[in-house]
DNA sequence: ATGTACGAAATCGTATACGATCCATCATGG
DNA sequence: CCATGATGGATCGTATACGATTTCGTACAT
């Protein structure tokens, strides 16, 4: 169809990329909720493509673990069950602790000042009981401090990471009550450490110990051993 | 054509498994060299395919790293600079070492057994001096120490890790003389160390470091800095 | 009533077809 | 001689078509 469209002037981007990051938005903004059987000629007929751009993008979401994939079946939002969360934030606690330290010595002042900043606003969505709030502003915040992280390999894997996190309704601090205010405790003893020049080992740990922190809340709540690592 | 053949017993994996196997080990095994064009429909007529499976694979193995896709243009394999060759092994130094740790209280007494057996065998491709069986038997010696890591995403990335390696010349020994003798070393005092039940972060870090030395003396020899972590 | 066999509908996997885009080559003008 | 624009071929991106497989409902036998 689009192919008898001369008229337009060359998609800039194309359309299993379109069909991609419409699929991941949904997904991660929680729309489409874990366990949504994803049929492709339907979504294709609601994108106006054909399937086969749908199915290349739901393919790639696969690869990131967004989606399952069965033979002859197709696909499904990757469910979340305490164990896949348990893997997710293990892996994203490594690669996300390296990726803190790899960042810290790129971080500028004003860096630091706004991750303060958006500290103090964590801080007030705590008060004010804004939970949807704290946790994309929470993003905001560790994404300062990985962001300068200067190996691209290690920053993809923290992206994945985060986006199968922000998949799962589990992420939010909702179910650890307790757990957000410690949060923000921590975030200022890790901004003072980067802030000091401290020794990139021990920042590398805290990130993880931040996060682990977070996992092991959760671990605890539903009676299960915490992370090893 | 296949379509044309119902004689077929239904295909036990989908054409594009197929397809990405085959590239998948071709690109790994170097028999498609860096930078090499990867055409849709020279690949597709070789296989006896149509370009639609092919296609898929590309992208998944796109996904992994071990092609670049460019819009319009095509894929090839990837290439190999120092800076790949660091980001590469810095992020499975991090995962490797994470996915060791993990792994290590569920080594049992064989695994030891059978790890001691392939480091001998290592010493003796030293003396024999043959580099392609000594990058082998050393993947066979590590798979031992990270395969029972229980989390299934860190242990993705680390066969993600070693496929891009293999994808490189630069990973065998071959660039870095002095170092396959004293990993060797180093590999029998990591066994000690979760034979004797370990921290778990010491192995990690033993792990890591046992890496990253590897990194550091192909860093040195470039005349660049070593790794950060 | 329950389990099994069969058939139809839904959906996937792949082949084919064709427009869209890029790149190299060559002609043309300065 | 070099810059610039046109032209053709190679290749990709996507629509459409259809066989293959799974799933689910229904009828039948036990």
Aim: with cysteine; net charge negative.
């Amino acid at each position: 169809m689009s192919t008898l469209t001369p008229a337009g002037p060359a998609a800039a981007v194309s359309k299993s990329e379109q069909a991609y990051e419409t699929l991941k938005e949904r997904i991660t903004s929680g729309s489409l909720v874990p366990g949504y059987r994803l049929v492709l000629s339907t979504i294709a007929d609601e994108l106006g493509f054909s399937v086969v751009p749908v199915r290349e993008a739901l393919r790639r979401l696969e690869a990131e673990g967004l989606v399952t994939f069965e033979r002859n079946v197709g696909a499904t939002v990757a469910g979340v069950d305490a164990m896949l969360y348990l893997h997710t934030m293990q892996t994203l606690s490594v690669i996300e602790g390296a990726a803190t330290a790899l960042a810290a010595p790129l971080i500028t002042a004003e860096d630091i000042t706004r991750a303060r900043y958006l500290n103090r606003e964590l801080r007030a969505c705590l008060e004010n009981f804004e939970p949807a709030r704290f946790s994309r502003i929470n993003n905001d915040f560790h994404a300062i401090l990985y962001g300068h992280c200067p190996n691209p390999h290690i920053l993809d894997l923290v992206h994945r990471g985060w986006n199968r996190l922000s998949a799962m309704r589990a992420s939010t601090f909702d179910l650890v009550p307790g757990r957000a205010r410690q949060s923000v405790e921590e975030h200022e003893k890790l901004l003072a450490l980067i802030e000091s020049g401290a020794d990139l080992h021990e920042i590398e740990m805290a990130a993880r110990a931040h996060r682990t922190a977070t996992l092991n809340a959760y671990m605890a709540q539903q009676n299960q051993p915490p992370s090893a690592i």
